[in-house]
């Protein structure tokens, strides 16, 4: 009978996930304050905050469950009115404080999206998706005792500078999926085109895709833009990755998959008040300015 016990024992230990929880840093590398949210999905636990104030070069983290799946995204330009609502230019959750409280990301918004210990229960899917816009650059790197096998990946284009004038956010404080700026079935994968066959990249997908390769531009983007890993206990989400952090993760791609950034493109930019910096991919952007040409080299 203690044998049985055992035996029962031990299938049941094997079944449960290895990692129990998972820590989220969240590093803001931006030069101004950004409020991230986070949304846990139906059925996940929320963690003990869903928003808050992260000041540059600070981080914060956040510990969740697994198996726990939800998302996590920067709020920029927020503010409290005279009456003491809490608002964001972009990202706003509609919850009116600071903290989300179960309140979603209004687009556009750059999302960071996490199932953990999915499938059989060992296997963490991961993602960074611009199906709902962009608006901030961000970057999601696994860590952990043999992670460096897991890919990281992002969008750390800046890119609203360069986004197309129909889908640009006032002055250029982000910038709308072709869904949400034109609200018809083919872009947004719905009706007759709600499935893989039906729904296909756009010009304006393409526009994200092309700078950010791993990143979902579309609905049905999932072959070059989801990402598992077995070994993370813990996740850094980067917000305006710098230079230094991208060579850095850059030093630890899997093979076979696309490159961070697409080193054929080339932004060009107008204002002279900021340094021109060249990172390793070969990409140019002008400081901080707008970017008001993207030229795209196929090979």
């Known amino acids: 009978m203690l044998h049985l ?20 840093t969240l590093t803001n590398n931006c030069a101004q304050t950004i409020w991230p949210g986070i949304l846990a999905n139906a059925g996940s636990t929320p963690p003990a905050s869903t928003g808050f104030a992260l000041n540059p070069s600070t981080s914060r983290s956040i510990v969740t469950p697994a198996p726990w799946s939800g998302r996590f995204w920067a709020r920029t330009l927020c503010s409290t009115d005279q009456s003491g609502r809490f608002t964001c230019a972009s990202g706003d959750c509609g919850s009116g404080t600071v ?15 996490f199932t953990l210990a999915g499938g059989d229960g060992t296997m963490d899917f991961y993602d960074v998706s611009l199906v709902d ?29 360069a986004c197309p004038v129909e889908l640009k956010v006032g ?13 018809t079935d083919e872009y947004c ?13 756009t010009v304006y997908s393409e526009f994200f895709k092309r ?10 983007d999932d072959a070059t833009s989801t990402f598992t890993c077995s070994s993370a206990d813990s996740y850094v989400i980067t917000f305006c990755p710098g230079l230094t952090t991208r060579v850095k993760s850059e030093g630890r791609e899997s093979s076979g998959i696309r490159p961070l950034i697409n080193d054929s493109m080339v932004f060009l930019g107008v204002r002279t008040s900021s340094a021109v910096a060249k990172d ?10 707008y970017l008001l040409v993207w030229v795209c080299y196929d090979r």
């Open 171 to 183: 002055a250029g404080i982000a910038c709308k999926s072709a869904c949400e700026a034109f609200g």
């Open 280 to 289: 390793v991919t070969g990409m140019v952007i002008v400081g901080f300015g």
């Open 5 to 24: 016990i055992l035996l029962l024992s031990l299938s049941f230990q094997s079944q449960m996930p290895s990692i129990l929880s998972t820590t989220f």
């Open 189 to 201: 994968c719905n009706g007759v085109y709600g499935n893989p066959n039906a729904c296909k990249p």
């Open 133 to 161: 816009g962009y608006n901030i650059a961000m970057l999601v790197e696994p860590n952990g005792s043999s992670a460096s096998a897991c890919a990281v990946t992002g969008c750390v284009a800046e890119l609203n500078g």
């Open 99 to 113: 903290e989300c409280s179960g309140g979603g990301a209004a687009p556009p918004t750059t999302l960071a999206e």
């Open 211 to 220: 700078a950010c390769p791993r990143a979902y531009s579309y609905a049905y």
